[in-house]
């Protein structure tokens, strides 16, 4: 299993955003859970797609998260989502997890393969033309 310790060079900043830890996001060890983690790298993708101002199907094709340093409750945290190779109907996705107290500090990365998805089809589709503007608009290369 190969785990990621850094972003590659070719990641390009999509979006960021800041959420307060939850009580119940921690787990018996007063940390947050390992779940949990996945979660906040859903609702950036989430709130990143909604920037965009329209509806976007998609699934996960793979999902990975490297925990570099626990997150303890109470605080805030600023997660970052990041595009790396694009395809025709899929791009690898990158995540940063930070302390907002503690912004020079790197506690969790993540990679994940985001696949634009039609459900009433049941198979892929291409990456949609607003999607397409975003991240050439971010630097990435949608080759």
């Known amino acids: 299993m190969h785990y990621i310790e850094a972003l590659p060079a070719d990641a390009r900043r999509l979006h960021s955003a800041r959420y307060s830890m939850r009580w119940v996001d921690m787990d018996a060890f ?6 949990t983690y996945f979660t906040y790298f859903e609702q950036v993708r989430i709130d990143w797609l909604a920037a965009l101002g329209e509806v976007h199907e998609m699934v996960l094709a793979n999902v990975s998260c490297t925990f570099l340093k626990p997150l303890v409750y109470p605080g805030d945290i600023e997660v970052t989502l990041y ?27 993540g990679h994940g393969t985001i696949v634009w998805f039609d459900h009433s089809a049941g198979s892929s589709i291409e990456i949609p033309p607003t999607v397409r503007r975003q991240l050439a608009d971010a630097g990435a290369d949608t080759g």
């Open 30 to 35: 007063g940390h947050v859970n390992n779940a």
């Open 83 to 109: 595009a790396g190779r694009i395809g025709r109907t899929s791009m690898d996705s990158y995540y940063e997890i930070r302390r907002v107290a503690h912004p020079g500090e790197l506690y969790t990365l």
